[in-house]
């Protein structure tokens, strides 16, 4: 039996606190944790907002909804309706390219 286990009980000994970093960590990096496992658009941005406005119950909420929003490109490829120029996105051909 621990020294803390001894003089305090197991019930009363003291939370790991290496796990409550991490729950608390995790829990801080939600929104940019969804946004980047939805692959969203401005999941860069989002984790931006997360990251300097996350403290705040505010920030972090707005971070979350808009993790959350469907966030679709402008050239969205409708395949069945050919409303774009899906070849190209078949190809491999980055949105940013220049040329």
């Known amino acids: 039996m621990s020294d803390n286990q001894a003089r305090f009980g197991a019930e009363d000994a003291p939370a790991d606190p290496g796990g409550l970093l991490v729950m608390f960590v995790l829990l801080y990096f939600t929104p940019s ?3 980047f496992r939805r692959m969203h658009p401005m999941r860069r941005a989002i984790t931006g907002l997360n990251i300097l406005l996350g403290w705040s ?7 979350l909804l808009w993790a959350l929003t469907a966030g679709q490109k402008e050239g969205h490829c409708n395949e069945s309706a050919h409303t774009c120029n899906c070849e190209n996105r078949q190809k491999g051909e980055d949105d940013l390219s220049l040329v």
């Open 33 to 35: 944790i969804v946004a």
């Open 57 to 63: 119950v505010f920030g972090w909420i707005v971070a």
